[in-house]
């Protein structure tokens, strides 16, 4: 490890505690609380890092295949064998976020390392008797780093590139690229052109090719436009007094008239689940599952139903649940753009270092 760690070391290992003068994992929490000192409020300062997603592809499917049990200790296994590659390249995990890691390194050479391990470690195994695939986003940039956490744009850059990315690829910013040494650079290719967060300038997203198979590749072409649609930012809805945002940690909303939906509008022309609004890479889909269907207008004053169907949604408008907006305006559903990333992070809904020490 560095001498100058970026994050904590695992709370469970024994070095790591007595060199910090906390006491063994074994001492009773009597004792521990005794001999603790008053605990500090952590300061966060800013660093020039690598920030790495690693996010499992179609996890839903999984779920629906395996059985939720089966499925979330088949995502652990794999996580702990990555768990396993971290240290290798100086790397920490910060956070869980649902079916994502979020790791961080000294370097951008470290980064794309672990990545191309991690890749390839998940590549050669089977998880509860399943394949899974990684897909992996890194941008290399300033960020406030606190003992857990990590925050800024380029946290939020790599979560776009995580959603960017195809099922066992890696991609990597501009910003990362440069960073490389010449014997890695050799490792990537340019393929899209993207508007990034933070940045008024166009730049180019680079594909890491870490399979050894030969063959595989598609030939890209700049003849044309090739830029990745944008990070517009999460979903607002709004009903009377309740706001809620779909975004990256919470990338599937529920609306309906049952109990159980994140949103209830409790009509009798309302179905028990009415319609999910789910984010998918970077864009927003209303996917109607009633009875009635759902009527959607858009800013510019357009109107259409929509019957077990699903559209994409941008803008602002208006979502009627059962019948169109004008028979019901007082269950008007707004939605807007919150013009901040869709892939900003709040501790509420991370697990922290969530792991065991990982088995070797």
Known sequence: MSENPLFLHDPNDEATLKAAGMPDPGVTAVTVAQSQPEPQIARAERRVLAVLFADVSNSTALYSK????????????????????LARFEGRLVKTIGDELLCVFPTADQAVLAASEMQV????????????????????GAALVSANDVYGDTVNVAGYLTAVAGAGQIVASEAAAVQLSAALKSCVRPVYRALLKGSGRETIVYQVVWSRAEGELTDVSFDFSRQLPPDMGALVLELDQTSLEVRAERPSVSIGRSSKCDLVVDVPKVSRLHLTIQL???????????????????????????????????????????????????????????????FRLSDATAAVLPFPVPRR
């Open 121 to 140: 470690a998940i590549d050669e195994r089977r998880f509860g008797g399943q394949a899974i695939q990684l897909h992996i986003g890194l941008h290399y």
């Open 280 to 342: 998918r890479r970077t864009h927003f889909y209303l996917v109607d599952q009633s009875i009635n269907g759902t009527w959607v207008t858009t800013d510019g004053g357009n109107e259409c139903h929509l019957l077990r169907a699903e559209m994409m949604l941008s803008g602002a408008g208006v979502i009627s649940l059962g019948c169109p907006q004008h028979a019901a305006p007082e269950w008007r559903i707004l939605f807007r753009y919150d013009r901040r990333s869709v």
């Open 66 to 85: 395996l059985g939720d049990t089966q499925a979330k200790a088949a995502i652990d296994e794999c996580f702990e064998r990555i768990l396993l590659l």
